[in-house]
């Protein structure tokens, strides 16, 4: 318990970017964040795919109409990118998502940023990032939800499950989006280690993308179930089945890479 109170004191404090916040209590039917990798173990193949995703998933009629068949019709949408840490100029701020004009706005914002990545793999630092901006995002929503992208395992930061646990306690459910194209032959069940160790909360699910021409399909799909509340059976729901290590990535960056990069660059 110790411990978990720390976390959630430490959400506050760890990451580096500010945090631009609007809203005035204004209800929404759900406040989402978009959390996308850019780690360097992305090439740019899959970069080009997840920022089209994205782009194509909130343009499409389906996700529109998911926003307006609501309860107020109107969602709360933030998206940031993220590696070893999370930069202030990766944030693409809080917007209220009432149809195919705001929508089309949002994507425009998300198309128009340039390609990069840098170097790390920190998803903890990414959930208390997200669980950051949706304390702070001033809308009033019944459901708070971060959705994350990403092809590996946590290997800097905090301990993944225990910053995990910390945004649960919040009521944050967690979904997760990990990239299984071009899978790491040292982790076997990236999935699994998703499901198990990074997504979480009440009706929380994975879906993992295995090829690249599922992958503009797969977003959709994850933001329409994400914006309605509808499970949808292709998705891994979140019930573990046998134990994983979620120190995976810390183990695996110790045996390959800290004796040649001791220090993830800023």
Known sequence: MLKLLSLLVCLACAEAAPLPAIGDGAPVDVALVLAVDISQSMDEDEFALQRAGYV??????????????????????AYFEWAGVVRDDGVIAWQVIDG?????????????????????????GALGFGARLLEKNGFSAPRRVIDISGDGPNNAGLPVALTRDAALAKGIVING????????PSVSRLDR???????????SFVLPVYAASEFSTAIRRK???EVSGVGDAATIRVDAEAPTDCLLGERLRQRFSDPYFPELDR
């Not at 194509?56 to 949408?77: K, M, P, S, T, Y």
């Not at 989006?177 to 790491?184: A, F, K, R």
């Not at 280690?193 to 009706?203: F, I, K, L, T």
């Open 56 to 77: 194509e998933a909130l343009r499409h009629r389906d996700f529109i109409d998911a926003v307006r068949a609501g309860q107020r019709g109107r969602i709360a949408l």
């Open 223 to 225: 933001l329409v179930q």
């Open 100 to 124: 195919a004009d705001s929508a089309n706005a949002f994507a425009d914002k998300i198309a128009s940023r340039p390609f990069r990545s840098f170097r790390g793999t920190s998803i903890s």
């Open 193 to 203: 280690y998703y499901a198990d160790c990074v997504a979480g909360g009440p009706g």
């Open 177 to 184: 989006l990990p990239i299984l194209i071009n899978p790491s």
